[in-house]
């Protein structure tokens, strides 16, 4: 059960946000933050609330779609730029199949642009139903106004570091390789719910995610004191930390494992943002001066060792990735 003695901590990061007085002490609370959950709750974030209703609304509209309308964008549709829809089941967690839908999307890019040229994996374009014409206007300005905002974070990260403001912007994340997901979780009896996890216990791949999720709840972070919940909050987006964060950081910022369970009996929406390192990024512990740094990958929930993993961001990803969708990376693999 979730532990009430412990809440994921709320940061007004308005400082960072329009880069007026008092942004130390906001890094100063990211710094608390990432020590000592992985999680933590952003308001003043300056990203349009009509925005991010219109997104809600069309991305309901979209899951009430027939079924073979959804599949027309198939994930299959997408190849190696792994773009598109999935249905109930289709995505695994650790092994097992998630209780939910999904619309994988990303950085728009034409067949002109050179990573698409070059047959970069994760690269390309969307898939959008036709008969949703909106939408792919929301979910495009949505991510724009989420990558600024990824990267106001990551400023807001390496002074909590004590690194100079655009220390990631420098190494890693000058082009981020951005990653939307947009999912529906159908509601889940209690009779049935230890074995349909929305989404089971798992940490993330890159540097930092910024979730919006709806009104109904769900989500659990394994924080220190046990396993804790992570209600809605209204106008905020939940962020966490990612598995090469931890490895640049070299435990000093764990990724930590987080979960979704539905038992509200009605569907539930959420909208993951991934911002991470560039896919062709070589990732590097940076060169810190704190003393109590742990990078003992037994503490890790699945005892994976990402302390001495020193290759692309890109080669992390493909080899985590595949192991969620078996079949789309065998594509991948067929294409190159």
Sequence with gaps: MPSESYSVPIIDISPLVYESEGQSMVATKISEACREAGFFYVVGHGVSLELQH????LSQQFFALPEETKQAINMKEGG???????????ELTSGKPDWKEGLY????????????????PLHG???????????????????????QLGHTLMRGISLSLGLADDYFACHF???????????????TTLANSSESWGVGEHTDYGLLTILKQDQVGGLQ?????????APPVENSFVCNIGDMLDRITEGLYRSTPHRVLNRSGISRYSYPFFFDPNFNANIFPADLSYTDV??????????ADIYTFGGTYGEYLLAKVSKVFPELQRKVKDER
């Design 125 to 147: 374009s969307n898939l959008f139903p036709a008969s949703l014409p909106e939408f792919r206007k929301t979910v495009l300005e949505y991510i724009e106004a989420m990558t």
């Design 173 to 187: 994340t000058a082009n981020p390789l951005i990653l939307f997901r947009i999912f529906h979780y159908p509601p």
């Design 221 to 229: 972070v394994k924080a220190k004191q046990g396993w804790i919940d």
């Design 54 to 57: 219109r997104l809600e609304s």
């Design 80 to 90: 190696k730029a792994w773009r598109g829809y999935f249905p109930l089941g289709d």
């Design 105 to 120: 999307l990303g950085e728009e890019l034409s067949e002109n642009d050179p990573r698409v040229q070059a047959g970069i």
């Design 294 to 303: 742990s990078n003992d990958s037994s503490e890790r929930w699945d005892q």
